[in-house]
């Protein structure tokens, strides 16, 4: 069994910061990729940011130069700086994974239960 567990939503103001975070729990070989996705009312759920298990990274157009995605592997966790939020950045974001569980041949998709960002004043 693998976990996804997210944490650091909450409300801010237009302009100010939050960082998310998500560790990867469970019977985990290794992952792979990893990411955060968000979710927005009425809207399909899309990429923010990504990164590889050598540290490459892949941002959305619309949070390039804002958002900072990071990522410990010794701790199996990723984190998102989320700086100069707009209300459009309101939205569930979610983590992303692909992990290879011991005794297993492939890699796996995973998700979070995500947590809810709201910028607004």
């Known amino acids: 069994q693998v976990q996804l567990v997210e944490s650091g939503g909450g409300l801010v103001q237009p302009g100010g910061s939050l960082r998310l975070s998500c560790a990867a729990s469970?019977?985990?070989?290794?992952?792979?990729?990893m990411g955060w996705y968000r979710q927005a009312p009425g809207k399909e759920r899309e990429l923010v940011a990504a990164i590889s298990s050598g540290g490459g990274t892949n941002y959305a157009d619309s949070v390039k130069g804002r958002f900072t995605i990071a990522r410990d592997n010794a701790k199996k966790t990723i984190y998102l700086q989320m700086n100069s939020l707009k209300p459009e950045d309101t939205a569930v974001y979610y983590c992303?994974?692909?992990?290879?569980?011991?005794?297993?041949?492939?890699?796996?998709?995973?998700w979070g239960q995500g947590t809810l960002v709201t910028v607004s004043s």
């Open positions: 469970g019977n985990i070989r290794s992952i792979n990729d």
């Open positions: 992303n994974a692909e992990v290879r569980i011991y005794y297993s041949i492939s890699y796996v998709e995973v």
